[in-house]
């Protein structure tokens, strides 16, 4: 394989089944999937790198939990075979994963992020890549949040959550960008 890609990979965070549980909370972006499946086409056509990142939770009523049928991949985000798969069971894709070696030996050094959710795995690893100096771009509607009580006792909507976390992201940790924007970037890109 060539080292030193021009164009960002991919990066996959957690679509698991688990995360469809009613327990959670309700979810805003019920979009974020067929997004997900939107861009992981594109760069599959491309070719351009692709990296799935599955949680193993050790936590002990997670749904993610490796025994359970929510820890499978949901059908729209499912490696291929030859796609780069990482597993972890910390928030952030780059604890305990080799993920930063592979990115590195490969000479990948811009990501797309996309995945769930955007407060946890997304919000953790996307801090932390641009922490690890590469150049990160979260897709704001390829990513979702579960809606929950505060510690202040306040609702909080999955919606609120995700904007604020999306905010609180941008221009510090990453560019947010919609998919279009960056299939459109990846288009134009693709075609100098």
Known sequence: MTSGYAQPALLVIDVQQGLDDPALGVRNNPEAEANIARLLSAWRQEELPIVHVQHNSVEPNSPLRPELPGHAFKEEARPLPGEKHF????????????????????????????????????????????????????????????GRVGYDGVTYSGEQIHRVNVVSLDGEFCRVLTSDEILLEIATTGDG
């Open 87 to 146: 597993t972890k069971t910390v928030n952030s894709a780059f604890i305990g994963t080799g993920l930063q070696d592979y990115l590195e030996e490969e000479g990948i050094t811009s990501l797309v992020i996309v995945g769930l959710t955007t407060d946890h795995c997304v919000s953790a690893s996307t801090r932390m890549a641009a922490d690890l100096g590469f150049t990160a771009m979260l897709i704001a509607d390829a990513t979702a949040a579960h």
